[in-house]
Structures are given as C-alpha cells and as structure tokens.
C-alpha cells in the first residue's frame, strides 16, 4: 500500500525562487495536512484541509499557500522562498479529524534547503 | 512555548536498560498518541491512549495516560538498538499538538 507519498524527498531552492511540494494519498482521507518539522521543535502545522475545496490556516503559514482541489491531492506551495523556510516537510493525512482519536498517517518528507 | 513538554530531550544508554519519557502539558487532551519516527521517515503511531488513567502495553512498552489526563509517559523494559528512534507525543484537542521530541539512542 502506497499510503501517503510526498515528492521530491531532497531540494536546494535560491532565495527568492517558488516550488509546489507534492503530496498524494491513496486512502481516501477526508482530512490532510502539511508540517514543518525543525531540530528540537517537533512538528509545526502549517495548513491543514478537512475535505476538497476547504484549507484553512495551521500555527505557521506565513510563506506557505496550499490548494485541495482533489481528496487525493494537497500540494504546498512556496513562494518566494526564505532560508527561514529551510526545514523537513511532511504531509499526513487521516480519516478523522485532528481532535478525534484517528492516527495520521505521515509521508517519508521532503528536505529542503534554502541558500 | 510547547503546548506539550517533552522530557527528557535525548536519551543514551545501554541495550538491556531501562528507561521512561514523560510528555507534559497544563491543557488538557481528548488524547494521547504516540509516534515513532526512524531518520528518513515520517512518524508512525505506535499507540493512542484515550481515558484518563488508561495504561496500554505494547511488548517492551508501557504507556500511561494521566488521570487528569493532561500528561503521559512511555517506559520501555530491556531497550535494545532496534528502538533508536525519535519518540513524539501528540495531544488531542481541536487539532493535534505535538511535543519537541525525545531522541532515543540504545547503544549494544
């Protein structure tokens, strides 16, 4: 079983430039997310969707903008890119919502580095 | 400010050892997980503990969720190298609040 796959795994950005981090999940999860993880910082969420068409903000989404027009599909864009941004990206997803008892269910990341 | 205090940040000792990490907080939580996560990859739930004073057992790990249920712990018996792991608590409330981490290193 696929599960959540998230692409690419490594980048180098320059500052200033733009990408698209890829995340697909073949579960059929209403709801999905996308985390920064830095050292000793543990996960912060950065946009978070409860269904297509519907993304709402996480704790830290400055920089960031994410779009979820498919339930399989929820890629988070960068723009602009900061060395701030510098970090592991990782989308999860699950079949509840974050306040329930349901488990996410995490991709392998994305690392990106910010020069 | 974590909204979850995890403790202690890295941990190093020997296979055969025995340890506990705690995870704290002053909120309280609809739930408690707990995930695993191996460099490279995503964290990987290993339990969710849900009524206060529940205590859940998974081979060599036993994990407690506080009566009040605002805190938890992971105690594992024996720790062998297979275990070397980052180790994450995850709080239930409107969303999931995760702890900075504890990194586990067993050394043979």
């Known amino acids: 079983n696929a599960g959540v796959t998230q692409t690419p795994k490594f980048r180098i950005l320059k500052i200033g430039q733009s990408m698209t981090l890829q995340c697909t999940q073949d579960m059929n999860h209403n709801y999905m997310y996308w985390y920064r993880q830095d050292p000793g910082m543990g996960l912060k969420l950065i946009y978070y969707?409860?269904?297509?068409?519907?993304?709402d903000k996480g704790e830290v989404p400055n920089g960031y903008n994410v779009s979820r027009s498919t339930t399989e599909d929820f890629p988070l864009r960068l723009e602009l890119a900061a060395p701030s941004q510098t970090s592991v990206y990782f989308c999860?997803?699950?079949?509840?919502?974050?306040?329930?008892?349901?488990?996410?269910?995490f991709g392998d990341g994305t690392r990106l580095s910010i020069l | 400010t974590q909204l979850l205090e995890q403790s202690p940040q890295f941990l190093s000792i020997q296979e055969g050892e025995n340890l506990t990490v705690y995870c704290n907080s002053s909120?309280?939580?609809?739930?408690l997980q707990w995930y695993r996560q191996e460099p490279g990859e995503g964290p990987v739930l290993l339990v969710t503990?849900?009524?206060?004073?529940e205590v859940k057992k998974l081979k060599r790990l036993t994990f407690q969720f506080g009566d009040a249920r605002k805190d938890s712990s992971l105690h594992i018996t024996a720790a062998q190298p297979g275990d070397t792991g980052l180790y994450l608590c995850?709080?239930?409330?409107?969303?999931?609040?995760f702890g900075a981490g504890t990194i586990l290193r067993v050394k043979s």
């Open positions: 503990v849900v009524t206060g004073g």
């Open positions: 969707s409860v269904g297509a068409g519907i993304t």
């Open positions: 999860a997803s699950s079949y509840g919502s974050g306040g329930s008892n349901q488990p996410q269910h």
């Open positions: 995850a709080g239930a409330r409107d969303k999931l609040v």
């Open positions: 909120s309280v939580f609809s739930s």
